[in-house]
Structure formats: C-alpha cells, structure tokens
C-alpha cells in the first residue's frame, strides 16, 4: 500500500460512505494528503498510530505558513476523521481519534438581506443577464434559496423529474438528509418562466438548471450573477447567495416560526446551528430600535461631544 492507495480510500469513504458534499470531501482529502506527505506515512497503521502531540505539532507548522484560526479548526477536524477511519482500517480496537482542542472561533452573525432587497436582487439578476432565458434561470434560482430557505448546492441539485412544481418540494441536504420545503408562487412561477425560455433539452433525470452551454449550472456563476446585482443596487459584499437562505431563516423567526420548525426547514442536523438566528433577530431588533426609538436617539445626540 502508498499514501495514494490510502488517499484513494479516503476520498472513497467520504463520496460513499458519508456521502458528504464535494467541497467537504475536497478539503478533506487536501488536508489528509498533506499530513501523509508531511509525516512520510504510507499504510493505514501508519497513520491510526498518530497522537495528539503529533497533530498539535503539524497544526503549528500549518499555523507558521500563515492559516488563520478557521482553518486550522477545519483542518484539525478534517484530520481527527481521517485518524479515527485509520484506526478502524487497521483494526484498533479503540478507533476514536485523538483528543484535542481546537483553536478557538469567534463565531459572526449571517448578515441577512431585506424582504425587499432580496426580491430586488432577484429581480435585477433576471434584467442584467446577457439572454433572456439566463436572466429568468438566475431568477428563479435565488427566488428557490430566498423563498424556500434552500443551499445554494441543493437548488443547483434539483432534476428536471421534480417539475412541476408544487406548494411543496422534497430536497436532499447534506448528509444525505431529506426534508420538505415550501414553494412560494412566485417561485413556481418563475421556474415556470425559466423552463420555458431554456433553450436545452431537461431530460427527467439530469439537472433543471442549465449553465450557457447546456451544461449543470455551476455554483460559480449564480455567485457571479448576484455579486453584479448586488454592486447595482449597492449593497455590501455580504449580500452573497447564501445569505438569502440567512434571510429566509431571519424573517420566518421574525414573524413568529418557533426553532424547531425552523430546523426542520433548513435542514440542520442540531437545534444549536438554528438557535444563532435568535441572535440575528436581536441584532436587527435592536439595530430597528436604535434608529427609530426617540429616546434613544436623544441619548445618542446627548453623547456627541
């Protein structure tokens, strides 16, 4: 066995097994290759026999080429998965990884857009494009994330079998995961538009959304088409795909959804990822509150020197 024989079956545990995204099993495979070539290590045995002080030291060589602290915590984690699935290779019969803490995180806020902002971005993608059909394909994809709460991967994964569209849609998350999500009109409507305008064939079984040449949309290009409406109506650089799924989660809390159901509907694994939208929701109600309440804005002219 090499270090490529164990890469190989890595990847392959992942994309199989795990069934995780591609972004996860690319990073998860770099992180892996590059402690194999650091440490020379060739068999499953090798690597299941490494510890904690073995991967504290390669963190900080990692940290001395200048990752940031997000990194390192991503490729610390990356590396005790792939140590634990060494020792179970080689038959430890103790396969959990080593233990160790991870650098910590300072965890930000989603920066959620307006109602109103998002169906503008939405909007002006479908006005920007270079063809009429791309500009309704943009449309209804960031009508999908911003209506239905959906990730930007699981929009681009819907096939041409799910048409037409209903009041809901059964979509696959990460993991595997399957939940069902609402489906506004506006946003059947304008799925509608899209396969009408779509100068490609949709067999049943290959993706709804078309990139120029006929081929799966590429996340890229979503992200592209956005970012051009974003700079057209200035707003900020946070004005991203995925925060239109952040606004969706913010503005359902906003109107009363209790977490649970708001779990089930972004399909998070644990309540503790959904509960950071209860601090948007401050955020913003207080943010409402400091610009409009009279008082406070008393206060705050009192305070200027």
């Keep these: ?11 392959a545990h992942l994309t199989d097994a795990r069934r995780r995204s591609p972004h996860t099993v690319r990073a998860y495979v770099a992180a892996a290759g590059r402690l194999i070539r650091d440490r020379g290590l060739s068999t499953w045995q090798e690597v ?15 940290r001395a080429q200048g990752i940031a602290n997000a990194s390192a ?14 020792r179970a290779q080689s038959g430890d019969p103790d396969p959990a990884a080593p233990r ?66 209903s009041e809901t849609l059964q ?62 109506l200035g707003l900020p650089d946070t004005a991203t795909p995925h925060a239109l799924r952040h606004s969706f989660a913010t503005h359902l809390l906003s109107a009363g959804a209790d977490l649970r159901s708001l779990q089930e509907l972004l399909g998070h694994a644990s309540l503790g990822s959904t509960q950071i939208y209860t601090q948007v929701d401050a955020a913003t109600l207080l943010e409402t509150y400091q610009a409009a309440h009279p008082r406070e804005n008393r206060n705050h002219e009192r305070k200027k020197p």
Excluded at 73 to 86: G, M, N, T
Aim: some cysteine.
């Design 1 to 11: 066995m090499s270090g490529d024989d164990v890469i190989a079956q890595w990847r």
């Design 48 to 62: 299941g026999a490494l510890e904690a002080h073995d991967l504290r030291r390669f963190l900080a060589e990692r």
């Design 73 to 86: 915590a991503r490729e610390l984690s990356a590396l005790k998965s792939f140590i634990a699935f060494a």
């Design 100 to 165: 160790l803490r991870g650098p910590r995180i300072k965890k930000g806020l989603p920066r959620p857009v307006t109602p109103d902002e998002a169906v503008n971005i939405a909007e002006l993608t479908d006005g920007l494009a270079s063809e009429d059909w791309i500009g309704a394909r943009d449309r209804a994809v960031l009508l999908l994330m911003y209506g239905s709460g959906l990730r930007i991967a699981e929009a681009l994964s819907l096939k041409a079998a799910d048409l037409p569209l």
């Design 171 to 232: 979509v696959t998350g990460k993991g595997g995961k399957q939940r069902l999500v609402p489906i506004l009109p506006i946003t059947r409507d304008a799925v509608a538009v899209y396969t009408d305008a779509c100068p490609w064939p949709l067999p049943a079984d290959e993706p709804l959304f078309r990139g120029a040449k006929g081929g799966p949309l590429s996340q890229g290009m979503v992200q592209k088409a956005m970012a051009k409406a974003r700079r057209a």
